[in-house]
């Protein structure tokens, strides 16, 4: 079982395959992959996704002075979005589908001042539930997921 926290249970829907290097993109796609398969538990903090993360410092988010904070933030608020709390277990398939009843209020309070919302932009103008659309590019581009 794969572990996510809260905003990652929001932002991995749109994820296409980018990420800050190699060895990161191919965690996010094995995490992915857990998560459709043994389904996803539900942390407070850094999770798998942020395992292999080069800000990830010693399970501190250090994307930048103020990040941990507001991760932390925007953690609860995928969570008080999604109704579920940190220790809770649920199938991908789950959370997948509670997406398009929250993003208006998740685009309007996390997208607007999220520093990758050019990455995802189209994939949420498109974004359809219950299609797969994670791409298995890596990509050493340094733009998030
Ligand atoms: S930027 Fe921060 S929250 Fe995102 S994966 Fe890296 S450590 Fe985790």
Not at 15 to 44: Q, S
Request: overall charge neutral; proline content about 3%.
């Amino acid at each position: 079982m794969v572990r996510f926290r809260g905003h990652h249970l929001i932002c991995l829907h749109f994820f296409k395959g980018e990420g800050y290097n190699r060895e990161f993109v191919e965690n996010l796609l094995r995490a992915l992959k857990d998560a459709e398969r043994t389904g996803v538990e539900v942390v407070d903090g850094a999770d798998d996704v942020c395992a292999t993360c080069p800000h990830n410092s010693s399970g501190v988010c250090a994307y930048s002075s103020t990040a941990d904070a507001e991760i932390r933030e925007l953690d609860k608020l995928a969570l008080n979005l999604l109704s579920i709390s940190p220790g809770s277990k649920v199938s991908w398939s789950e959370i997948r589908a509670k997406i398009p009843e929250i993003m208006d209020v998740w685009r309007q309070k996390a997208c607007t001042t999220c520093d990758w919302r050019n990455v995802c932009h189209a994939e949420r103008s498109n974004h359809r539930v219950g299609s797969s659309k994670h791409n298995s590019k890596a990509s050493n581009n340094p733009r998030d997921y």
